[in-house]
């Protein structure tokens, strides 16, 4: 069985900074792309960011300059570095990944259970 464990989150001022990670766990192949969405309340959720096994990088445009995705291929872990931060990221954030597991022999999308960012002052 394939989870994904998120960590980090919570309350921050503007202008400050929190970092999120994620892990893959269980019978896992290959992972591709990894990434982070977001769902703010009344909103759609959206992507953030994601990378590849390659190591590109897809960020949206709110959070170019601010947010860095990074990956440890070797680890099945994502990170996401969010610097000045502003009260419009406030949201829930999902890590997601495309995983190759060896049971199913197929690939599937996964989700983290979310965890809340809030920046207020």
């Known amino acids: 069985q394939v989870q994904l464990v998120e960590s980090g989150g919570g309350l921050v001022q503007p202008g400050g900074s929190l970092r999120l990670s994620c892990a893959a766990t269980?019978?896992?192949?290959?992972?591709?792309?990894m990434g982070w969405y977001r769902q703010a309340p009344g909103k759609q959720r959206e992507l953030v960011a994601r990378?590849?096994?390659?190591?590109?990088?897809d960020y949206a445009d709110s959070v170019k300059g601010r947010f860095t995705i990074s990956r440890d291929n070797a680890k099945n872990t994502v990170s996401l570095q969010m610097n000045s931060l502003k009260p419009e990221d406030t949201a829930v954030y999902y890590c997601?990944?495309?995983?190759?597991?060896?049971?199913?022999?197929?690939?599937?999308?996964?989700w983290g259970q979310g965890t809340q960012v809030t920046v207020s002052s």
């Open positions: 997601n990944a495309r995983i190759f597991v060896r049971t199913n022999l197929d690939w599937s999308d996964y």
């Open positions: 269980g019978n896992i192949y290959s992972i591709n792309p």
């Open positions: 990378i590849n096994n390659g190591g590109y990088t």
